[in-house]
């Protein structure tokens, strides 16, 4: 398989991580999102990915699969085990609405793209886009953490490091970069303290990227 | 089942349509969310669905679900006919991919509590807020009709309605009320006029809600 993915997008180190966690090999497609006014944008990309944003995954067949969430969602339908998701629907419905609240709700805001919106076409500087970024960051977390408030861990639902973990690590991540506070959510920090000692999620952190820099 | 709404949210349309798919019975929770401040704020609420957003589904359990794509795999788990998603892996995820695009990529940036940011912390007028808004819808749509090149209709995904129609109308209706062009996306208006007749959509439109006015 290929990932077109970038060290810093935490939708592709989503991917990233739950191809490690589902002991999958993979072949990188850097895409420089900043390089050339964004290698997303290209036509050849568009192709593959009308969304012009990573990640994509290339199947093994040829076919291209946009947006984090659904790649993943392909992945534990094609590769059971180990499971991404809980047996039970309401559990896995559970662990899908904290992913989502991740995935819709904090993570698009913050995406590069919006943040140039926000500077290019209204006039907002850096410390003013800062403040957005850590506004829904703040927002966010905060849900994040009472959705686990029943948990009682290691990881964020459960003994075993699941969908909810794979979108929760590259969102801390984010937060840590941008210097939002993170110490509100013992929770949650808890959850990486247990993810970000296996494998999976070490050799995911955008610092291990090829292309980081 | 009992179902957190407000007429115009289009998260919760996509709830009420899928529900209306599926045949499920419900009782209407209305959630105002502009009086009082939002009632969606409130701690009462909240305890229900912590991101203080609708829609939220209590199951006959009395479980809470938050997330409109959450609610909706929770449905088609425990509720499969009919199938709101396809049964090939790649298939499912080209769909999952359509609807992501919506609730990740569009919806969210132009949600009521984002706008109201723009306006009160960012002093964007309503010229500025509303191009804004027609931007990300121009950039969302041409993505989702790019993703359709290759589909015959007349629904998204072939001849039955499915999770791409469920998140597409509500988006299309969001367009046309903010007056954003639709005619450049013909494979959408194709899936929006054989979704339009169907009970299940007519019925879970906004102006046939009774919470509307």
């Given at each position: 398989m290929k990932l077109s993915t970038y060290f810093r997008s935490?939708?592709?180190?989503?991917v990233r991580i739950a191809l490690g966690l589902k002991g999958v090999a993979w072949t990188p497609d850097f895409i420089h999102l900043l390089r050339g006014g964004g290698e997303q944008l290209r036509p050849e990309y568009r192709t593959r990915n009308p969304t012009g944003l990573v990640?994509?995954?290339?199947?093994?067949?040829?076919a291209a699969i946009a947006q984090s969430l659904a790649i993943i969602e392909w992945l534990e339908e094609t590769h059971p085990t180990p499971p991404l998701l809980p047996g039970d629907p309401?559990?896995?419905?559970?662990?899908?609405?904290?992913?989502?609240?991740?995935a819709c709700d904090i993570h698009p805001l913050n995406n590069l793209?919006?943040?140039?919106?926000?500077g290019r076409e209204m006039g907002q500087d850096q410390a003013l886009r800062d403040r957005w970024y850590a506004h829904w960051?703040?927002?966010?977390?905060?849900?994040?953490?009472?959705?686990l408030a029943d948990q009682s861990g290691p990881f964020c639902f459960?003994?075993?490091?699941?969908?909810?973990?794979?979108?929760?690590i590259p969102q801390l991540g984010n937060a840590r970069r941008m210097r939002c506070p993170v110490?509100?959510?013992?929770?949650?920090?808890?959850?990486?303290?247990?993810?970000?000692?296996?494998?999976?999620f070490a050799d995911a952190a955008p610092d291990r990227q090829p292309d980081a820099g």
């Amino acid at each position: 398989m290929k990932l077109s993915t970038y060290f810093r997008s935490s939708a592709a180190w989503r991917v990233r991580i739950a191809l490690g966690l589902k002991g999958v090999a993979w072949t990188p497609d850097f895409i420089h999102l900043l390089r050339g006014g964004g290698e997303q944008l290209r036509p050849e990309y568009r192709t593959r990915n009308p969304t012009g944003l990573v990640p994509t995954l290339e199947t093994d067949d040829g076919a291209a699969i946009a947006q984090s969430l659904a790649i993943i969602e392909w992945l534990e339908e094609t590769h059971p085990t180990p499971p991404l998701l809980p047996g039970d629907p309401l559990a896995r419905a559970r662990v899908r609405a904290f992913a989502l609240t991740i995935a819709c709700d904090i993570h698009p805001l913050n995406n590069l793209r919006v943040l140039r919106y926000l500077g290019r076409e209204m006039g907002q500087d850096q410390a003013l886009r800062d403040r957005w970024y850590a506004h829904w960051i703040a927002e966010g977390l905060a849900a994040l953490e009472a959705m686990l408030a029943d948990q009682s861990g290691p990881f964020c639902f459960g003994d075993a490091p699941g969908l909810a973990d794979v979108c929760l690590i590259p969102q801390l991540g984010n937060a840590r970069r941008m210097r939002c506070p993170v110490e509100p959510y013992p929770k949650l920090l808890r959850a990486e303290a247990a993810a970000c000692v296996l494998p999976a999620f070490a050799d995911a952190a955008p610092d291990r990227q090829p292309d980081a820099g």
